[in-house]
């Protein structure tokens, strides 16, 4: 059995079987640690089934995870992330879902374009030092240099 190849069972009804992951195997395709599913597991963000003593995850676990992963890249905390995957479970619909997506990706643009004139500024105060060093550095008749 070739280990990074999913584990196909039978799906319901006779439908097409579907692959089930293990914990590593989704963890390497994904560039997570297993520990970080885990932990995902724990916090509730994903459920896997478990067949015997090993625990194994469909392709909606691994959508989860997707959109987890994506969330956090992106800045929202994993409560955030668990209210927006836990409205899809209950509203199929999705306009509460989309509702709060909307809401927290206002709030997330309105942090980093703060976050971007912090920065901004910063930048310029630090331009500006560098250029106040230089100019003593060259009125003392020393070359600044490049660092």
């Given at each position: 059995?070739?280990h990074n190849?999913?584990?196909?069972?039978?799906?319901?009804?006779?439908?097409?079987?579907?692959?089930?992951?293990s914990?590593?195997?989704?963890?390497?395709?994904?560039?997570?640690?297993?520990?970080?599913?885990?932990?995902?597991?724990?916090?509730?963000?994903?459920?896997?089934?478990?067949?015997g003593?090993?625990?194994?995850?469909?392709?909606?676990?691994?959508?989860?995870?997707?959109?987890?992963?994506?969330?956090?890249?992106?800045?929202?905390?994993?409560?955030e992330?668990k209210?927006?995957?836990?409205l899809?479970?209950?509203?199929?619909?999705?306009?509460?879902?989309?509702?709060?997506?909307?809401?927290?990706?206002?709030?997330?643009?309105?942090?980093?374009?703060?976050?971007?004139?912090?920065?901004?500024?910063?930048?310029?105060?630090?331009r500006?030092?560098?250029?106040?060093?230089?100019?003593?550095?060259?009125?003392?008749g020393?070359?600044?240099?490049?660092?």
């Open positions: 059995m070739d190849e999913p584990v196909r069972v039978e799906g319901p009804k006779g439908r097409d079987p579907r692959p089930l992951y914990v590593n195997q989704l963890a390497e395709e994904l560039g997570v640690t297993p520990r970080a599913i885990r932990f995902y597991e724990a916090k509730g963000l994903i459920t896997p089934q478990r067949v003593q090993a625990r194994v995850f469909d392709r909606r676990d691994r959508a989860r995870l997707l959109l987890v992963l994506r969330g956090k890249r992106l800045g929202f905390s994993l409560g992330i209210d927006y995957l836990d899809y479970d209950a509203d199929r619909t999705q306009a509460g879902q989309l509702r709060l997506l909307l809401a927290g990706t206002e709030a997330r643009i309105a942090a980093l374009e703060a976050q971007r004139r912090d920065l901004d500024q910063a930048l310029a105060e630090l500006d030092i560098q250029a106040q060093a230089r100019a003593a550095l060259a009125a003392r020393r070359p600044a240099g490049r660092s």
